[in-house]
């Protein structure tokens, strides 16, 4: 905005070409100083660049009714009409003093604003020390909410230790600028600190005030300062809102921020949305019930299982943006709702959005829920892969696309669920596939080098078309191979498998092949004759098989050749047909019985 509009307060506005006494009877228009309540702008003046204004605490004060050395002034912006030279404000004195910010009810369109950054570019800084060696705190006056706009793209920045009046004042950071506020003091106000809006930078666990207040996040950013290192108390709730903006930046890639308390709903929905290059740690039990977004960076759990709240969406990557984000198990288990990436303009290869675990201590990750995700893509733009000593397990009746190139050496468990594998998993243990389905997307996808055992529980295994190897199978309950309606060709080879038990039924669908096998779509099990036994063959079935090019309908029994394939050999009959011959073998037999009785009444 080009112009201040505050309501209830004088406007004041610098008029110094240059940097001066804040207290000056020169230096503003058209009051000198600014009262207790006024609005103090800096607009065109001062001129020159990184223009200092002092504060004389041993001199004229404006207020000095609750103790000597105290300065106030209702607020403090900086006007859009700024473009250059940034403003600092601090202690010219030998003697220390108290900046009291009392706040104005209306600035701009915000509520009880205290300091007010409306420029594009220009930083404001309130500093402990401007040119004396005396030390300025600051005390927040309003005793309910007090609050600092962010409307422009530069940086406020309070380096003073921020106190408060009278007991019970909050810190509000608000805005919709591109820029940011950094709080680097020890501050002791105990109402609470809220952003709502653009970005709050601490330095400390100390930057959020009393021990006391908690925190909360609704349409904001609460950051750490670049590549910090530290703690913010497991006491503090951190109350999560769903608005645009919401999130948590640890900045710097050897920045790490660690929470241990709980991330929870401010009403419902809550999000968290981690953002910067740095490690968010998290030790607590979470409860906000939104997604979880790591855009950037890191999250990494700590202290137990199920950090993130076991309903919660996860998603790794930022549209629009080259950032890529990453899960550290970090040894423990995990279960969310989903697990997708999100499509990005990263063009760099060998990066990738993660799910990693850096510990020893073997991790499971599950995936719950219903909805339908996909877990990269197999392009530089949407990446997402899983690595390390984890185990997944996807339950709940969901379909999830794992569409990058993951090496996670724990095992692969499919419980009432569709895994799709578009992309290749290099290095799981087993998988296990129990009132499921284990699509294939691609080719030699899953340990084709190091084939890892296959189990089918009520199970599908759809090839759609493709090509796998797998260890040892095993098949129970009634359980499918589905080949894919239409595909050119599918080949799967299995190891020997005529020591592992089975029970019930394997059907194999959309077989194309031939009685001498060699045909289309091939299925075999170790290199053979033996590599099943005869009482596994009993078990398969192949429905409506095309047999040398030829559509048939109906079940086929199967057999096994020299060289392991599995192929169908001649139609089972259905119950009807069966009914029908042995009907007329019974008619049969009774006519003949009948027939040899007359012959023996003849001859007798």
Aim: aromatic share 6%; charged share 10%.
């Amino acid at each position: 905005m080009a112009f201040a509009t505050a309501a209830h307060a004088a406007i004041d506005t610098w008029s110094n070409t240059g940097g001066s006494s804040w207290t000056s009877t020169t230096n503003w228009s058209p009051t000198s100083p600014p009262a207790t309540t006024d609005l103090a702008v800096f607009a065109a003046n001062p001129t020159s660049g990184g223009s200092g204004i002092g504060i004389n605490f041993g001199g004229t004060l404006n207020n000095t009714g609750a103790g000597a050395d105290n300065e106030a002034v209702g607020a403090i912006e900086i006007s859009a009409a700024r473009t250059s030279n940034n403003i600092a404000i601090g202690d010219s004195a030998t003697t220390s003093g108290t900046f009291t910010l009392n706040g104005v009810s209306s600035v701009n369109g915000y509520s009880n604003v205290v300091l007010d950054d409306e420029s594009s570019s220009v930083n404001l800084t309130i500093e402990p020390s401007n040119t004396g060696p005396g030390t300025m705190s600051v005390a927040l006056g309003d005793s309910t909410n007090n609050e600092i706009v962010q409307d422009g793209g530069g940086t406020i920045t309070v380096s003073c230790n921020i106190g408060q009046v009278a007991s019970g004042a909050q810190l509000t950071i608000g805005g919709a600028g591109g820029g940011s506020v950094s709080l680097t003091g020890n501050n002791t106000f105990s109402g609470g600190f809220s952003i709502l809006g653009s970005e709050a930078d601490i330095s400390s666990d100390a930057s959020l005030g009393a021990s006391s207040n908690n925190i909360t996040i609704n349409g904001g950013r609460l950051g750490s300062n670049s590549g910090l290192v530290f703690t913010i108390l497991s006491t503090r709730n951190i109350y999560l809102g769903s608005a645009a903006g919401t999130s948590v930046s640890v900045k710097g890639a050897t920045g790490d921020l660690t929470y241990n308390g709980v991330f929870q709903d401010l009403t419902t929905g809550g999000v968290l949305v981690k953002q910067g290059a740095g490690t968010l740690d998290i030790g607590g039990a979470n409860t906000y019930t939104g997604a979880t977004s790591i855009n950037n960076g890191t999250i990494q759990l700590t202290t137990g299982n199920n950090r993130l709240p076991t309903g919660t969406l996860l998603s790794l990557g930022q549209a629009s943006s080259v950032n890529l984000g990453t899960l550290d198990l970090n040894g423990f288990s995990q279960q969310v709702a989903g697990l997708q990436s999100t499509v990005g303009t990263n063009s760099t290869s060998g990066t990738s959005n993660a799910i990693i675990n850096t510990s020893a201590t073997p991790a499971t990750l599950t995936v719950n829920g219903n909805g339908n995700y996909t877990y990269g893509s197999g392009t530089l733009t949407n990446t997402g892969v899983i690595n390390g000593a984890i185990s997944m397990v996807f339950n709940g009746g969901g379909t999830e696309t794992l569409g990058g190139a993951s090496g996670y050496t724990g095992s692969t468990t499919v419980n009432n669920a569709n895994l799709v594998v578009s992309g290749s998993l290099n290095g799981t243990s087993s998988l296990s596939v129990t009132s499921g389905t284990l699509q294939l997307g691609s080719n030699n996808g899953i340990n084709h080098t190091n084939p890892a055992p296959l189990s089918l529980s009520t199970g599908v295994l759809n090839t759609a078309g493709n090509k796998a190897s797998f260890a040892d199978l095993t098949a129970t309950g009634a359980s499918t191979i589905d080949l894919g309606v239409g595909s050119t060709s599918s080949l799967l080879n299995f190891a020997d498998s005529h020591n592992d038990i089975w029970s019930g039924t394997l059907t194999i669908a959309d077989w194309n092949g031939s009685f001498s096998g060699g045909g289309p779509d091939e299925i075999f099990f170790g290199s053979s004759a033996s590599g099943l036994t005869s009482t596994q063959l009993g078990d398969i079935n192949f429905l409506n098989p095309t047999i040398g090019g030829v559509a048939e309908t109906g079940d086929y029994s199967a057999a096994i050749l020299s060289t392991g394939e599995v192929v169908a050999v001649s139609a089972v009959p259905e119950p009807a047909t069966w009914a029908t011959v042995l009907s007329g073998l019974a008619a049969l037999i009774l006519f003949q019985s009948r027939r040899d009785r007359r012959s023996r009444s003849l001859i007798g």
